[in-house]
């Protein structure tokens, strides 16, 4: 075999990964853009369904058909320093009406409240009542007592256009479903 074959298929090589790792470079790019969005929880808002540092994927296509549901934990900029992505969830719908007496939640003037297993701390405080504009959401972490949120924030509400996901999967460093809590 001669030197200039050599270099030909080195060269023919090299072309062959340099394309391979653009292929991949741009995949990753547009599906972080695109079907995800990856962030990293860094308060104990969340706990103790998401731990401080945990890092989550939110699936950007979840409400492309359908409309957030109570419940949900989203992602989404938040409403007073959108330079900040928040995760939250979901616990008013547009058009009800909030009230939170002795840290329970109450959905427009129901005797009974929400479901608040998957609270932790204690249930403290009353606010409301907030009343949901159409098209925008309450949200409220897990860890009421420690948690920057719907009560505290200038802008109380979270618009739909601006939640970039549904918050479906914990990978670091713990590994886990955020689904079915």
Request: proline content about 7%; aromatic content about 12%; cysteine-free.
């Amino acid at each position: 075999m001669d030197v200039p074959n050599v270099k030909k298929e080195l060269l023919g090589e090299i072309l062959s990964l340099g394309k391979a790792v653009l292929f991949a470079v741009v995949f990753a790019v547009l599906f972080n853009r695109f079907i995800i969005v990856n962030a990293s929880v860094p308060t104990s808002s969340m706990e103790s369904t998401i731990q401080p540092n945990d890092r989550i994927i939110a699936f950007r296509l979840s409400y492309l058909f359908s409309d957030p549901s109570r419940f949900d934990i989203i992602v989404f900029p938040s409403p007073d320093d959108p330079s900040t992505l928040n995760v939250k969830r979901v616990i008013g719908m547009p058009g009800e009406t909030i009230n939170i007496v002795n840290g329970l939640v109450f959905v427009n003037g129901s005797a009974d409240p929400l479901r608040y297993d998957f609270v932790q701390g204690d249930l403290l405080g009353n606010f409301g009542p907030y009343h949901i504009p159409d098209g925008y959401f309450f949200v409220l972490g897990d860890y009421r007592g420690n948690s920057m949120d719907s009560r505290h924030w200038n802008n109380s509400f979270v618009s739909q256009r601006s939640i970039l996901g549904r918050a479906v999967f914990r990978y670091f460093p713990r590994i886990g479903s955020l689904t079915n809590i």
